[in-house]
């Protein structure tokens, strides 16, 4: 079946800009996973969902950083007035099971590069 | 919170030779650690897991291995080959955290 899916696959944006990065996860799965992974490093926790609450924020960055989930489905990560610093590949994840004993599937991510 | 350490960075190996990469992790109430692999431009697959309750699992050449009382895991790749080459990244987590905490990474490079 269809794997997690994120658009765009690239983008490229001034500094100061906004941008909202894309998530479609595997049918059914009804946790939702943000993380942040700069150039040759781990993955940062962002954000996670339970259908459309996110009980934990802890990892946004930044109050420049907000995230949504509509329908149990579809989430969008939005960062407004862009820096720098916040060049990175944006990975979404989903599972089935609620909490972490679910196997988290990843999409291909979302490389942004702010100039 | 958690923190997970993970070693070597960067591990080249001949073909057919066995790859072994070591993670420790922090928080004793981690209970599943799994493992996934990157390949460039890919987002990270999962390619075995642990819990807890069993220390070690094995998937045809791949086999993870788990010490409580020493909080930490492995990864073990026999007769490995030019594909297995690829980032490999050790998490941890708990039922009641809800996300993973990720090692930093090994990039493997496997030698014809």
């Known amino acids: 079946g269809a794997g997690v899916s994120q658009s765009p696959s690239n983008k490229v944006t001034e500094k100061g800009k906004d941008v909202e990065l894309r998530c479609d996860p595997i049918s059914g799965h009804t946790a939702l996973y943000w993380y942040r992974q700069s150039l040759g490093q781990g993955l940062e926790f962002l954000i996670y969902f339970q259908g459309n609450s996110a009980p934990d924020k802890s990892g946004l960055p930044s109050d420049r950083f907000s995230a949504e989930r509509t329908g149990g489905s579809v989430s969008t990560l939005t960062i407004q007035r862009t820096q720098q610093e916040d060049s990175a590949v944006y990975l979404c994840?989903?599972?089935?099971?609620?909490?972490?004993?679910?196997?988290?599937?990843f999409g291909p991510g979302t490389r942004l590069t702010v100039t | 919170g958690e923190n997970v350490e993970q070693h070597p960075s960067t591990l080249s190996v001949q073909e057919g030779d066995s790859a072994v990469i070591k993670c420790t992790y922090s928080?004793?109430?981690?209970?599943?650690f799994p493992w996934y692999k990157q390949e460039l431009g890919k987002g990270p697959q999962l390619i075995i897991d642990?819990?807890?309750?069993?220390g070690e699992k094995k998937d045809q050449r791949i086999a993870v291995t788990l010490n409580k009382t020493a909080k930490h895991f492995s990864l073990h790749i026999t007769e490995t080959q030019p594909e297995d080459s690829a980032v490999y990244f050790c998490a941890a987590g708990s039922g009641s955290a809800r996300q993973l905490t990720f090692g930093s990474g090994t990039q493997l490079t496997v030698l014809p």
């Open positions: 928080d004793s109430a981690s209970n599943y």
């Open positions: 994840a989903s599972s089935f099971y609620t909490g972490v004993s679910g196997e988290q599937y």
């Open positions: 642990i819990r807890s309750n069993v």
